[in-house]
T-cell receptor, first 114, second 114 residues
């Protein structure tokens, strides 16, 4: 069975500082990997995804993530955080089958200090 | 705007009452999903429908039933609500057969069982 761990429940960074959110997954084959963002009271919005090929993927809002197979990781990064990035971030791993079920991590809540 | 529509947005039930959460998508996606979101636990899959006419249990199906009414609509029913079912419920859709593995989420239903 697949699983996802986001080790950091809360992270606080200063506006303009760099950001890295950690994600580790467990899956028996090459996974599909996703990062979603959720603003308070809202649904989840897809930031970026990895299926195959280039291990560094670019997403919306200036985010990027790097797939490292040897470390079973898919960490999310942003060079300079804006106050509007404050939200909860979810990493997810998908099974390569017809059902396409995603398994989500517990989430990391990002707070941005002015 | 194209997307996933969930109704209602908020609901309060008494223990033992029943209700149906409605979900509809207008993207012609084959697969649809119901997740629940609880603090610190991320999103957990309740049921999914890989295609019209099929439904399968996810990680936490107990106490729920689903109906894939047609390709657009996928409803979630609580027959006898319990306080443990207090949660935020999200419907999502995808179309893996067309290479669309990422989910599109609805805005959620916040359910409180008292």
């Amino acid at each position: 069975a697949q699983s996802v761990t986001q080790p950091d429940i809360h992270i606080t960074v200063s506006e303009g500082a760099s950001l890295e959110l950690r994600c580790n997954y467990s899956y028996g084959a090459t996974p599909y990997l996703f990062w979603y963002v959720q603003s308070p009271g809202q649904g989840l919005q897809l930031l970026l995804k990895y299926f195959s090929g280039d291990t560094l993927v670019q997403g919306i809002k200036g985010f990027e993530a790097e797939f490292k197979r040897s470390q079973s990781s898919f960490n999310l990064r942003k060079p300079s955080v804006h106050w509007s990035d404050a939200a909860e971030y979810f990493c997810a791993v998908g099974a390569r089958n017809a059902g396409n079920m995603l398994t989500f991590g517990g989430g990391t809540r990002l707070m941005v200090k002015p | 705007n194209a997307g996933v529509t969930q109704t209602p947005k908020f609901q309060v039930l008494k223990t033992g009452q029943s209700m149906t959460l409605q979900c509809a998508q207008d993207m012609n996606h084959n697969s649809m999903y119901w997740y629940r979101q609880d603090p610190g636990m991320g999103l957990r899959l309740i049921y999914y429908s890989a295609s019209e006419g099929t439904t399968d249990k996810g990680e936490v199906p107990n106490g729920y039933n689903v109906s894939r009414l047609n390709k657009r609509e996928f409803s979630l029913r609580l027959e006898s609500a319990a306080p443990s079912q207090t949660s935020v419920y999200f419907c999502a859709s995808s179309d893996p057969g067309q290479g669309n593995y990422g989910y599109t989420f609805g805005s959620g239903t916040r359910l409180t069982v008292v």
